[in-house]
């Protein structure tokens, strides 16, 4: 069955409504595939936006290769990194001339604005300076979450943005993928009745843990965020966005208990290179970046040229935080977190992010007076209590040229195309995470830090 010769426009009654606002595909009876229907604001450029990349690490590089795919819309005309590797990379993929080129993100400021916009993908205590000097200067922003490191620092940005009335799109790249869009559309159109709870939960997988939280560049969260604003805050706002009201009060609780040193095996070294005890280590860096070679692998800055890659990623391993122990290292991040949530109505929310889990993908529930929705970003299965009727929604491919799925369902290319045509249209409009729409999930975040270390629960203020 060729699913996308099938697409036409389909009417479907779920509970008390009719769904008919974007393209289904009937696959049998009680289940479709969809797509999310175009954004009706998007016109036709008349020239490609320009942008500055700010950090050409992993986030720098998705956002690039949209660019690279859709150089008609988008054109990378500059680079701030410092490692020398990712900037001789991001230039040569871009043909970025060497006057644009830069070591640190201050060196772009000292020359008179010269692109549309600049594309913050900096380590997360690196976002605050560089995006208020962009607003200064009159750049438009693609801002990679968390905004800021502080509260105080997320609504200096946006009130500096409001002031200079220059576009702030917070990369809360969820808001843009099909699955969440269709699960806030039929929520908002009462397919499940009245909302009256949600349960979300974020399986990170053991792997990406230690790979980020615990040996990586987010390990230290007074040097950097908190792990529910670094890898949470996309959580923390999908709930809030999906269901659509304010959130009230939140409650948190959560702590590091296994990536500590009195968990290390006996006879386990400093390094996995040399330690009597790897084979049998679940975390073993040798095992995961030198044999595996998955795509956590990036961080090391392996070129593609060399002889023995694996010798060459060992010795990396010998130097790099990335092959030492992970109970020896001097992370403090909670690897397992818990909130409760009161929104406006009546409506809780439980969330709960967990490191020891063997997959990953944001799985959710929500409950109504009327239905459920029950989804894993594959598909979203809706349960009518009148009919007993179970309908399931499946995302089909996502119509960007050149797109690939970068692990947030699609919502990564979808947000640059979305913010390059705001851009270039000078209408904010287009865009469903700029700063004001963003920032009450980061104060969600910064709140549930709070509870979480004085044990109280917390007034959600905006």
């Known amino acids: 069955m060729n699913r996308r010769n099938l697409l036409k426009t389909l009417t479907l009654s779920l509970g008390a409504t009719v769904i008919s606002s974007d393209l289904l595909a009937k696959v049998d009876e009680n289940t479709y595939t969809f797509k999310s229907p175009r954004n009706p604001l998007l016109k036709p450029l008349d020239k490609a936006v320009t942008a500055i990349t700010l950090g050409a690490g992993n986030r720098g590089m998705v956002y690039g290769d949209f660019a690279k795919n859709n150089p008609e819309e988008l054109k990378i005309v500059g680079v701030a990194e410092p490692i020398a ?40 205590y690196l976002h605050y300076a560089p995006c208020m000097k962009a607003l200064e200067m009159g750049y438009d922003i693609l801002l990679e979450k968390p905004i800021a490191p502080t509260e105080q620092e997320c609504r200096d940005i946006l009130a500096l943005a409001k002031k200079k009335n220059r576009i702030v799109a917070v990369c809360h790249v969820l808001r843009y993928a099909p699955y969440f869009i269709k699960m806030r559309e039929l929520i908002a159109k009462g397919a499940i009745g009245e909302v009256v709870s949600v349960q979300h939960f974020e399986p990170v997988e053991h792997i990406h843990m230690s790979h980020s939280y615990v040996r990586g560049n987010w390990h230290d969260s007074k040097k950097t965020t908190p792990i529910i604003l670094a890898k949470s805050c996309h959580d923390l706002d999908i709930i ?75 010795k990396k391993l010998e130097t790099s935080d990335y092959g030492r122990c992970v109970y020896r290292m001097d992370n403090d991040q909670p690897d397992h977190y818990i909130t409760s949530i009161q929104f ?119």
């Open 240 to 314: 809030k966005w999906v269901i659509n009201k304010p959130c009230k009060k939140i409650v948190a609780m959560g702590d590091l208990k296994w990536f500590r040193r009195e968990n290390a095996p006996e006879g386990s070294g400093d390094r996995c290179v040399a330690c009597k005890v790897e084979r049998e280590c679940p975390y073993s860096a040798v095992k995961e970046y030198a044999e595996r070679q998955t795509h956590f692998l990036s961080v090391l800055d392996v070129p593609d040229n060399i002889p023995d890659r694996k010798e060459y990623i060992l």
């Open 85 to 124: 590797f990712r900037n001789e990379r991001y230039t040569s993929i871009h043909s970025i001339p060497k006057k644009n080129r830069f070591d640190t993100w201050e060196d772009v400021f000292k020359r008179p604005k010269f692109a549309d916009a600049i594309i913050i993908s900096t380590p997360d």
């Open 344 to 462: 406006a109505d009546s409506v809780t929310a439980n969330f709960s992010m967990e490191a020891f889990t063997s997959y990953h993908g944001r799985r959710t529930r929500v409950m109504g007076s009327m239905g459920d929705l029950v989804g894993d970003m594959t598909e979203l299965v809706h349960h009518d209590f009148r009919t007993r009727k179970e309908t399931k929604f499946i995302p089909d491919a996502i119509e960007v040229k050149g797109y690939e799925d970068h692990g947030h369902g699609g919502g990564d290319w979808l947000l640059v195309r979305d913010f390059v045509n705001a851009v270039s249209q000078q209408n904010a409009g287009l865009l469903t995470s700029t700063i004001d729409q963003s920032i009450e999930s980061h104060i969600m975040g910064f709140m549930a830090e709070e509870s979480r270390k004085q044990g109280k629960i917390m007034d959600i203020e905006m």
